[in-house]
């Protein structure tokens, strides 16, 4: 049976999911850490709320678990500075390579 449109990657939206034991490691990395929460559990808290609301609007979200190590060569790869910006770039790529 084929998926219906509102459930495809393509028609999702994705939400960079990260882990604890790897959020210093993102923060110090980030050249924006100062916009980052001081810790997981905060940045949690925040994404599941807006994940939540998401979601009461009908949109389709697709957490992507986001290795921090592969984010870091990507932004290396493409000659850009890990910020907000290159952190929602990777979720957008990530997110194209599971509907491929």
Same mark, same amino acid.
């Given at each position: 049976?084929?998926?219906? =449109?509102?459930? +495809?990657?393509? /028609?999702?939206?994705?939400?960079?999911?990260?882990?604890?034991?790897?959020?210093? @490691?993102?923060?110090?990395? /980030?050249?924006?850490?100062? #916009?980052?929460?001081? @810790?997981?559990?905060?940045?949690?808290?925040?994404?599941?709320?807006?994940? =939540?609301?998401?979601?009461?609007?009908?949109?389709?979200?697709? #957490?992507?678990?986001?290795?921090? /190590?592969?984010?870091?060569?990507?932004?290396? +790869?493409? #000659?850009?500075?890990?910020?907000?910006?290159?952190? @929602?770039?990777? @979720?957008?790529?990530?997110?194209?390579?599971? +509907?491929?």
């Amino acid at each position: 049976m084929p998926r219906s =449109k509102v459930n +495809s990657p393509a /028609s999702a939206i994705g939400v960079a999911w990260y882990r604890p034991e790897q959020w210093e @490691t993102l923060r110090n990395a /980030s050249v924006d850490k100062d #916009k980052l929460e001081d @810790t997981h559990a905060e940045w949690q808290e925040e994404a599941e709320r807006v994940v =939540k609301q998401l979601r009461q609007q009908d949109i389709h979200i697709v #957490k992507i678990d986001i290795e921090i /190590s592969d984010l870091l060569l990507w932004c290396e +790869s493409q #000659k850009i500075p890990l910020d907000a910006e290159a952190r @929602t770039k990777y @979720t957008a790529f990530k997110l194209q390579q599971l +509907s491929q």
